[in-house]
């Protein structure tokens, strides 16, 4: 077995410190300790979040962007001062290019309908890759039945990296939009997304980036990255469920038609015509999920306090740590051996199915995802119906993943 001090970059971070951070991870399940390695799934909340929402809520809550009272005032500075918060967090240059939405999934079907509308006409293409989340998969499908558009795919090798020569044959003068995640959720596959948008950009292709694998484990620069849209999730970065956003290029923003109408994102009103606000206001139509904005803003505090690096070292420490171990277990295959990789480990085994291999392991306190993981394509792919995942954070432990093989050990002995 590897030596788990000499393996893991123990003093880039506190990791006891930072559990103490997180209340639900001192709890036991079925009178063990919580091993908690389904992050890619969702995260915990660290305390100055739950504080953080609990006092908003307590003390400073009202509506925003309506109200000239002091509480409606107050509460509008902060949900701006949160904006302002994630655009720097993403390298976004102005505020007004993030629009706020529940999620990812949100985010990416208010591209596909607001750009597809404007943008996409019949006999257009729009390039997807083979190891998407279903949430970057569908919405392409039904604007592309919708609009009479082609939908195309990047392969992927054997090893979960994009064949890059065989996207390079794919963009063409009909295409539209590529929509590519910058890491894998099946198979933790880190994608050339900025390489990916240039290629696109010079065929005159719109990119959108799915980062809700990547906004909590990587330090983003969007500029750098050049996309015209990138879309995170705030449950996965240590935030609230509910909230996420899309960074958008303000350019492109003022072209698309609204995705949801009604109040706050209109400019004037008469039973005759409605004219619309400016983004971001033209696309957040409704009382906005102002709380978890402010939870999301704090969970961004908490992590830029860390340090996106020092996330990122760790979780990469942690990554090759686990790797090893499961290379180790001869009954069991690693599913995505990109040469880059954010802190996933899938594995398939022969000897038993994901779904009774998560049921043995909750046994033993190890909460782990197994499934398909909303990529099926990715799944048909490698010739496998789903996968065991563990996903890792920087609160874990490399005791965990010692804890997760010897879990996953005992469960293949058992049923083979």
């Not at 939908?151 to 054997?158: A, E, Q, S, W």
């Not at 794919?170 to 910058?182: G, P, Y």
């Amino acid at each position: 077995m590897p030596d788990t001090s000499a393996s893991v970059a123990g003093n880039v971070l506190d990791v006891e410190k930072i559990r103490a951070d997180f209340p639900i991870l001192s709890q036991s399940v079925r009178g063990k300790p919580l091993v908690y390695l389904d992050n890619a799934a969702t995260t915990h909340k660290p305390s100055a979040v739950i504080e953080r929402v609990r006092n908003f809520d307590a003390e400073e809550y009202g509506t925003v962007r309506r109200g000239t009272y002091k509480l409606s005032e107050r509460a509008t500075q902060l949900y701006e001062e949160a904006r302002r918060n994630v655009a720097d967090f993403v390298g976004a240059e102005k505020s007004g290019e993030i629009v706020f939405t529940s999620g990812t999934t949100q985010a990416i079907n208010l591209v596909a309908h607001s750009f597809g509308k404007r943008f996409v006409n019949a006999g257009d293409e729009i390039i997807i890759s083979n190891i998407e989340h279903h949430a970057n998969t569908v919405p392409w499908q039904v604007l592309c039945q919708e609009r009479g558009a082609n939908l195309k795919v990047i392969p992927v090798n054997d090893d979960g990296e994009l064949m890059m020569e065989e996207y390079a044959k794919l963009l063409s003068s009909k295409t539209r939009m590529v929509a590519v995640n910058h890491v894998s959720n099946a198979l933790g596959t880190i994608n050339p997304v900025k390489k990916i948008t240039e290629q696109a950009h010079a065929a005159g292709a719109r990119v959108l980036i799915d980062g809700a694998q990547s906004a909590p484990h990587i330090k983003l620069d969007v500029q750098d990255i050049g996309c015209d849209f990138y879309t995170f999730s705030g449950h996965k970065m240590y935030g609230p469920s509910g909230i996420g956003g899309v960074y958008g290029k303000r350019e492109v923003w003022e072209e698309m038609p609204p995705y949801v109408t009604g109040g706050d994102m209109i400019m004037q009103v008469t039973l005759e015509k409605t004219t619309y606000a400016k983004p971001p206001a033209r696309f957040e139509a409704g009382t906005p999920p102002i709380t978890q904005v402010i939870g999301l803003s704090a969970a961004i505090d908490y992590l830029n306090e860390i340090g996106m690096e020092k996330i990122a070292d760790y979780e990469n420490s942690l990554l090759e740590y686990g790797t090893r171990l499961f290379q180790e277990i001869d009954e069991v295959r690693i599913i995505g051996n990109a040469r880059r990789k954010a802190s996933i480990i899938s594995f398939f085994s022969d000897a038993v199915h994901s779904h009774d291999m998560v049921h043995f392991l909750d046994e033993d306190g190890v909460a782990c995802r197994g499934g398909h993981h909303c990529a099926q394509p990715t799944m048909i792919r490698y010739g496998v119906p789903a996968t065991t995942r563990a996903s890792m954070a920087f609160y874990n432990k490399p005791e965990e993943l010692d804890a997760l093989a010897e879990s996953v050990k005992k469960c293949i002995r058992f049923f083979s």
